[in-house]
């Protein structure tokens, strides 16, 4: 008897940890790869700043534009890249890595832009 009941607490036991297991949420990743994600979100904080400035009028019809270039030159969709911000966003960890590394890019682009304006000629 006891070795039965052993067995039925083993059982429930699993079936509950299976139970737990499949209602954790599933973090699913970016679909363009992280490496390639960073330089997109590079291009679009470039674009994003130099659209800053632009008259409000003319501001969504251009960033259209600046946004297909972005897709163009990175070969991916808007859905592509619109599905990856929707996950990036859902795993903090991830998007804190990705942003770490757009951050040290555009500082980085930032520096060499600076160097260059001021050689001498």
């Not at 679009?44 to 972005?70: C, F, T, W």
């Not at 592509?80 to 980085?108: C, G, H, I």
Request: charged content about 30%; proline content about 4%.
């Amino acid at each position: 008897m006891s070795r039965i009941i052993r067995l039925n607490k083993l059982v429930l036991s699993t079936v509950s940890f299976c139970m737990l297991w499949s209602c954790v949420p599933k973090v699913e990743l970016p679909t363009i790869p992280e490496d390639q994600l960073v330089l997109v979100l590079c291009d679009v904080h470039i674009m994003e700043g130099a659209l800053q400035n632009r008259p409000s009028l003319k501001k969504d019809s251009i960033a259209k534009v600046y946004y297909d270039q972005v897709y163009e030159k990175h070969d991916i969709t808007e859905d592509d890249f619109l599905t990856s911000l929707e996950r990036l966003e859902a795993n903090p960890k991830l998007m804190s890595k990705v942003y770490s590394e757009v951050l040290v890019r555009l500082d980085t682009m930032d520096q060499i832009s600076s160097k260059d304006k001021y050689k001498k000629k």
